[in-house]
Each structure stands twice: as structure tokens, then as C-alpha cells.
């Protein structure tokens, strides 16, 4: 089966940093690759799709990137709301879709 | 409106059985793949298992695989999971979710429940 590894784990930031959360897939995905956001005691929301892709209504200040095996989101500008843990989704056709393990985001 | 509503857990003994169920209403359910996700008290997300449209593709994560049957039932809008031989590892909040592209099987979630809670304990 294919492994989801994000990293890190978790970080702290300031508001108005830019910061990148990194995926790797154990084998090549081509660009099935989503991301999604859970803020505390909320349900998962999807934010890119595709590995790039903004779902609508997503604030522009995400941004996803990558293909194959390593991917990247990318908030621009860390904002109090965006305080949450997100994950990594792989969605190939294998009948199996895979989450990567988190990573949590907080303010500095 | 998409929505999506779980309902069917509970308190359980190990080595027992429940059935969840989510209603779904906004969309036309049977052009779209449904799947099962489950979150362990403090823990990440783990998919279970997915369903097809038309329920010609199922597919099972390896930890719940021989124990949990999906199904959905496109006349009521309706998709279910059959949980017999529970564990105490399967006590999590249990999210139905769907798929965001219609007909295919691979596609991320563009909707979710709000989950319906499973304990597993004696």
C-alpha cells in the first residue's frame, strides 16, 4: 500500500508568515493528491484538489503543489483562522485512499 | 444544500456489532462514489472504506478488512457500514463523506457529516 508522510508534525508561526507543509507519497500518485483542513472540534474541509487545485471558496492565500511523489501546501500569509491540522489525502484508483498523518498549525 | 447525516453509533462490547447509516439529501446520490472515515480521540483522520455509485467498486483499509461491510442503497439516498467483530482500536467519530467527483471511484471529499461516535468497550 502506499504510505502518506507529512512533515512536520507540527509548527508554530507568527501571522503574516508564509508557510509550507510537505507530502510525500511512497509511490508515484501523478497529481491525486488532496488537502484538507480540520480546525479544533470541526469537521475536515477540503482545500486543494488535484494537488493544485482551490476548491471554491478557499481563501487564495493556500496554495497546493507537486506531482508524483512529493507535495507541498502553501499558506502565504498565516492567519489566526488558520490555526488547524491539515492532511494530506492520496486519491488514485487502487481502491484505497490514504491520509497522511498531520500536521498541526499554531501561532507563535 | 449538500448534507450528510450519520446516525447508528454508540456504546458497543467487544466482539459485538453495529450498523451506521448516513442520509444524504442535496445531491443526486447515486452519480457519486461515498466512502467512511474514521477519527480516533486525538488522532488523524483514517479512511475505511469507499463504494462506487453504482457499488461495482468497494474497497476496505487493511484494519478493518473481513469485519466491516459498506453498502448504500440508492433508493433512499442512503449509505451504510456493517461493523461486526468490534475492537476497542475501532473507537473513534465516524464521518461519512463524499465523493467530489461524479461517476469515477477516485476522487477527494468535498463534503462530510458531522460523524456519529462508536465506543468500543466492555
Known amino acids: 500500500d502506499i504510505q502518506m508522510t507529512q512533515s512536520p508534525s507540527s509548527l508554530s508561526a507568527s501571522v503574516g508568515d508564509r508557510v509550507t507543509i510537505t507530502c510525500r507519497a511512497s509511490q508515484g500518485i501523478s497529481n491525486y493528491l488532496a488537502w484538507y483542513q480540520q480546525k479544533p472540534g470541526k469537521v475536515p474541509k477540503l482545500l486543494i484538489y488535484a494537488a493544485s487545485t482551490l476548491q471554491s471558496g478557499v481563501p487564495s492565500r493556500f496554495s497546493g503543489s507537486g506531482s508524483g511523489t512529493d507535495f507541498t501546501l502553501t499558506i502565504s500569509s498565516l492567519q489566526p483562522e488558520d490555526v488547524a491540522t491539515y492532511y494530506c489525502?492520496?486519491?488514485?484508483?487502487?481502491?484505497?485512499?490514504?491520509f497522511g498523518q498531520g500536521t498541526k498549525v499554531e501561532i507563535k | 444544500e449538500v448534507q450528510l447525516v450519520e446516525s447508528g453509533g454508540g456504546l458497543v462490547q467487544p466482539g459485538r456489532s453495529l450498523r451506521l447509516s448516513c442520509a444524504a439529501s442535496?445531491?443526486?446520490?447515486?452519480?457519486?462514489?461515498m466512502h467512511w472515515v474514521r477519527q480516533a480521540p486525538g488522532k488523524g483522520l483514517e479512511w475505511v472504506s469507499g463504494?462506487?455509485?453504482?457499488?461495482?467498486?468497494?474497497g476496505y483499509a487493511d484494519s478493518v478488512k473481513g469485519r466491516f461491510t459498506i453498502s448504500r442503497d440508492n433508493a433512499k439516498n442512503s449509505l451504510y457500514l456493517q461493523m461486526n467483530s468490534l475492537r476497542a482500536e475501532d473507537t473513534a467519530l465516524y464521518y461519512c463523506a463524499k465523493n467530489k467527483e461524479a461517476v469515477t471511484v477516485a476522487g477527494s471529499f468535498d463534503y462530510w457529516g458531522q460523524g456519529t461516535l462508536v465506543t468500543v468497550s466492555s
Open positions: 489525502q492520496k486519491y488514485n484508483s487502487a481502491l484505497t485512499w490514504t
Open positions: 463504494i462506487s455509485w453504482n457499488s461495482g467498486s468497494i
Open positions: 442535496g445531491f443526486t446520490f447515486d452519480d457519486y462514489a
